[in-house]
């Protein structure tokens, strides 16, 4: 989406931090933009940041991207701020890369993931 919406291909962190601020220019209060295996760039009004997930054994890559999403979405509607929204989204989108299924509790091991996502300040993005 982010290739389109801009009209160029997004191939790295510094063209996915101009594609997270040219999604904020067009309108959204909050972006986070899915790198794959490499993570998120995570933008808002306050700044915009790299998140790297822990590296794993990834299994599948099927729907990691929308559960990238719906941790974000949780995360967001609890209230948090960017920096963390984006970091569960990782955590989240990590653990379905993970798995072919979901354990009946999944809390444990995404506490323990999004304890080992990383966060980075793009300042100058």
């Known amino acids: 989406e982010a290739t389109e919406y801009l009209g160029a291909p997004v191939h ?4 996915a931090a101009v594609a997270a601020k040219a ?10 933009l899915s790198m794959g295996k490499d993570g998120a760039i995570a933008a808002d ?12 054994q990834a299994r599948t ?4 991207g929308d559960a990238l999403v719906s941790g974000a979405v949780l995360a967001l509607s609890r209230g948090l701020e960017m920096p963390e ?4 989204g990782v955590a989240v989108g990590t653990l379905a890369a993970m ?3 979901l354990p009946a509790d999944p809390w ?3 506490n323990e993931l999004f304890e080992r996502v990383q966060v980075t300040s793009l300042a100058s993005a």
């Open 12 to 15: 790295d962190v510094a063209e």
């Open 108 to 110: 444990p091991e995404l």
């Open 99 to 101: 798995r072919d299924d």
């Open 61 to 64: 890559g099927v729907s990691a």
């Open 45 to 56: 009004a306050t700044g915009c940041w790299r998140i790297v997930p822990p590296a794993i």
């Open 85 to 88: 929204i984006a970091r569960w």
């Open 23 to 32: 999604f904020q220019a067009g309108g959204a209060g909050h972006v986070v």
